[in-house]
């Protein structure tokens, strides 16, 4: 068992320490620095609470490093914005937990300026209200919002590739057009999360004012029919699934129904 250490830290922590606190600052990829840091709090007069708040953030700082497989060298602004919003994420973050993280990483490049990371562009910007709108008004699994985030990243950067979202241009046809582009590149299995995060999304447009009428009844549905309804007499490089619209009636895929195409099995 790793006993009481005698570094600067013993200012900030006594004997009592937990064992898994003990842990966070002697192993991982910042233990050999969060020493040289616990002396520079005790130099500059930081209380006991303070200095206490702020190692117990990096501890776990270190230990979300090493579960990422990270090394000291390898931080950087973005390493820490992820780590930020983590924590912003799990509604542990502090105040002054940033400025912290900005100094550790000051002790690790010195004579190095700052570079925080560009600031998100405008259909980032989107895309994480998006995200929390399923986490904190939908309530999804953090999977379900795995799932759709993609194909709503995708959305965005067909429909508005110069990063200029006017919402008020999307139509029915805009919407079908890219439900097209997506089932030709995707497996049966996928077809149903693109159907669902799109109406998710455009659902959460009307909610927040994006857009004026409800657009996800234009989201189309990619049909996914079971082998067996297929006649037998076909020949297998025959064989496909065939998109219709939301509402319609299979058909066989042929040049004078523009509004149905195919993929090969």
Not at 167 to 192: G, M, N, P, W, Y
């Amino acid at each position: 068992m790793l006993g009481f250490m005698e570094t600067p830290i013993n200012h900030f922590f006594n004997e009592r320490i937990g064992s898994k606190t003990l842990e966070a600052f002697t192993r991982g990829p910042l233990a050999a620095h969060l020493n040289a840091y616990a002396q520079r709090l005790f130099e500059h007069g930081y209380t006991v609470s303070s200095g206490q708040s702020q190692l117990r953030m990096l501890g776990h700082f270190n230990r979300w490093l090493q579960s990422k497989g990270l090394a000291a060298e390898q931080i950087d602004s973005s390493t820490i914005e992820r780590y930020v919003r983590c924590r912003r994420k799990s509604g542990k973050l502090q105040r002054g937990d940033a400025a912290a993280l900005v100094r550790i990483w000051r002790m690790l490049w010195p004579g190095q300026a700052w570079m925080p990371s560009s600031p998100p562009s405008a259909c980032q910007m989107i895309l994480r209200q998006f995200q929390h709108y399923l986490r904190q008004e939908r309530g999804l699994a953090e999977a379900t919002i795995t799932c759709y985030t993609p194909v709503v990243r995708a959305f965005l950067a067909e429909c508005f590739p110069t990063d200029n979202p006017d919402f008020h241009q999307l139509c029915a046809s805009v919407i079908a057009d890219f439900v097209q582009r997506q089932a030709e590149r995707i497996t049966t299995k996928h077809a149903k999360n693109v159907v669902s995060a799109l109406r998710s999304f455009l659902r959460h447009l009307l909610h927040r004012g994006g857009i004026d009428t409800d657009l996800a009844a234009c989201v189309p549905t990619i049909a996914t029919w079971s082998l067996s309804t297929v006649p037998k007499f076909l020949p297998s490089e025959q064989i496909q699934y065939v998109w219709i619209a939301a509402i319609g009636t299979p058909r066989s895929a042929s040049a004078t129904m523009p509004f149905c195409f195919c993929w090969r099995v």
